[in-house]
């Protein structure tokens, strides 16, 4: 069984040389979260923020950053998310779960990126009505 994880999460402009365990360092002026691998493997995990990749919700007190983090690339190959500051642990994929998951993040880059600016522009005004609406429950 998997340990119970709390994060602790710090905004900050630019992320630190040295990271704390168990912290998820968010900078929004670059929209990237690093933070090191919650099995404890020591190595670093970052995750560029984008409407077509992580994205993350936070209130006054917790963060979460959704979808899951699979740290495929890594030796570890954990696989979780952070929901409220929680590490809340998920299934191991297969080897072909992976490809597939990065072909269907690939073709929805894809066909984010060829949008025209007009749509672009009334996604980005969906997206913000959408996180102000978000924010206005807490």
């Not at 999460?9 to 040295?18: A, D, G, S």
């Not at 899951?68 to 642990?89: A, D, E, R």
């Amino acid at each position: 069984m998997k340990p119970e994880i709390v994060m602790k999460h710090k905004f900050v402009e630019f992320i630190p040389e040295e990271l704390n365990e168990g912290t998820l360092y968010i900078s929004e002026k670059y929209a990237t979260t690093v933070h090191k691998c919650c099995c404890g493997c020591g190595r670093e995990v970052v995750t560029p923020l984008s409407p077509v990749g992580w994205q993350l919700r936070a209130d006054s007190k917790t963060v979460s950053l959704y979808p899951s983090i699979g740290n495929w690339s890594l030796p570890c190959q954990s696989h979780y998310f952070i929901t409220n500051n929680k590490v809340v642990w998920a299934a191991q994929w297969s080897k072909e779960r992976i490809a597939l998951g990065r072909e269907d993040e690939a073709q929805a880059k894809e066909r984010y990126f060829a949008k025209t600016p007009e749509e672009l522009s009334t996604l980005k005004v969906f997206w913000r009505k959408l996180k102000a609406r978000w924010s206005r429950r807490r």
